[in-house]
C-alpha cells in the first residue's frame, strides 16, 4: 500500500508539472538592431548607408528587412535610424510581435575636403607703375563645386619682391549654396617681382681748335626710362 500511494503521488506530480509549463507565459525575445555608422570625405554628394547590425534570433528566424534611415551631404554629423524591421520564421511567417526590439541609432559623417588655393605670380621690368595679378589656381573641388571668389592682394612697384597674398574664398555648389565650410582651405602666396630697367647713357662728343684751355661737355643722351 505504501509503495501505491508513492506511485499515485509521482505521477500526479508529473501531470501538475507539465500542466505547469504549458500555462508559463511566453516573454517576447529581446534583440537589439543597430544601424551602421559610416563615414566620407565631401565629395557633395548624400552620404548613405542602409545596412545593419542584430544581435541573436529565435533559431530558424531571420530578418526580412529594416527601415534605415539617414543622409548627410555637407560637413558635420548626423543620426543614421533603424526601424520597422520585420522578422520571420524558416516556415516564412511573421514572428515580429514576439520579438522586443530595440533599435540604435547609427552616425553618418561627412569630412571636410582639402584644397589649396595659390595667388599667381608676376614679374615685370620696372616701368614706375605698380605690378599686381588678381589670378589663382586651385586644387580640384568636388564635382559641381566652383571657387566663386577669392581676394589677391599683393602690389609690387619699384625693384624688387613681395608675396601675392590669397584669402577669403567662397566656394558653390551647382545650386548657388556656399559650401565654403566643406573645405579645409590652404593658402598659398604667390610672388610679385619688379626687375631692373636697362639704360644707356652716353656721354656727348665735342671738338674745338686748339686755344690753349682745356675742352669740356657735360652733355649726355640716354635711352628711354620708364
Known amino acids: 500500500a505504501v509503495i501505491n500511494n508513492a506511485a ?24 537589439t538592431i543597430t544601424a551602421d555608422s559610416d563615414t566620407k ?18 533559431a530558424g528566424d531571420a530578418i526580412e528587412s529594416v527601415t534605415v534611415t539617414g543622409s548627410q551631404t555637407i560637413v558635420g554629423t548626423s543620426n543614421n535610424v533603424p526601424s ?8 516564412n ?28 605670380s608676376d ?6 607703375t605698380p605690378l599686381t595679378n588678381n589670378g589663382y589656381t586651385h586644387t580640384a573641388l568636388a564635382a ?15 625693384v624688387g619682391s613681395s608675396d601675392n597674398v590669397p584669402s577669403e574664398a567662397v566656394i558653390k555648389n551647382a545650386a548657388n549654396e556656399d559650401v565654403t565650410a566643406s573645405y579645409e ?13 636697362e639704360v644707356t647713357i652716353t656721354a656727348d662728343r665735342d671738338t674745338t681748335v686748339f686755344a690753349g684751355t682745356a675742352l669740356t661737355n657735360t652733355g649726355y643722351t640716354h635711352t628711354a626710362l620708364a
Request: no cysteine; net charge negative; charged share 20%.
Open 185 to 197: 582651405i590652404t593658402y598659398a602666396n604667390g610672388t610679385l617681382e619688379v626687375t631692373e630697367k
Open 144 to 158: 559641381g563645386d566652383v571657387v566663386y571668389s577669392v581676394n589677391v592682394e599683393g602690389s609690387q612697384t619699384v
Open 93 to 120: 511567417e511573421d514572428v515580429t510581435a514576439s520579438y522586443d526590439i530595440t533599435y540604435v541609432n547609427g552616425t553618418l559623417e561627412v569630412t571636410k575636403k582639402t584644397v589649396t588655393i595659390t595667388a599667381a
Open 8 to 31: 499515485a503521488t509521482t505521477e500526479t506530480d508529473t501531470q501538475e508539472h507539465t500542466h505547469s509549463l504549458r500555462d508559463a507565459p511566453v516573454t517576447e525575445k529581446e534583440v
Open 84 to 91: 520597422a524591421a520585420v522578422i520571420k520564421n524558416a516556415a
Open 41 to 58: 570625405v565631401y565629395d557633395g554628394t548624400a552620404l548613405t548607408k542602409n545596412s545593419y547590425t542584430n544581435s541573436a534570433l529565435g
Open 123 to 128: 614679374e615685370k621690368v620696372y616701368d614706375g
